[in-house]
């Protein structure tokens, strides 16, 4: 079995930073993509920020400048540096994983999700 866990929401004041982290564990043979996706109410998930097992990535426009994905490969982790952030940045954050697991099976895991809300 593959499990995503994500860590590190909470409540911030506009303009303070968090950092999130998601660790993959279980029956792992290879991860590719990592990712962080945010929901807010009423709204369609979105994908705030990816990166390649190379380390390529790619952010949300309205986080560009803010926000910084990173990774540790040897440790099946990612990360989201979130600074300068906004009321409209809160939202439940999901870990997304691009697993090949040990029985050759690729596919998407999510995590439970982290709150993480900014007060104005």
């Known amino acids: 079995q593959v499990q995503v866990v994500e860590s590190g929401g909470g409540l911030v004041q506009a303009g303070g930073s968090l950092r999130l982290s998601c660790a993959a564990s279980?029956?792992?043979?290879?991860?590719?993509?990592m990712g962080w996706y945010r929901q807010a109410p009423g709204k369609q998930r979105e994908l705030v920020a990816d990166?390649?097992?190379?380390?390529?990535?790619e952010y949300l426009d309205s986080v560009k400048g803010r926000f910084t994905i990173s990774r540790d490969n040897a440790k099946n982790r990612v990360y989201l540096q979130m600074n300068s952030l906004k009321a409209q940045d809160t939202a439940v954050y999901y870990c997304?994983?691009?697993?090949?697991?040990?029985?050759?099976?690729?596919?998407?895991?999510w995590g439970q999700g982290t709150q993480v809300t900014v007060s104005s």
């Open positions: 997304e994983a691009d697993i090949l697991n040990e029985l050759g099976y690729r596919r998407s895991y």
């Open positions: 279980g029956s792992i043979s290879s991860i590719n993509a």
């Open positions: 990166i390649t097992s190379g380390g390529s990535t």
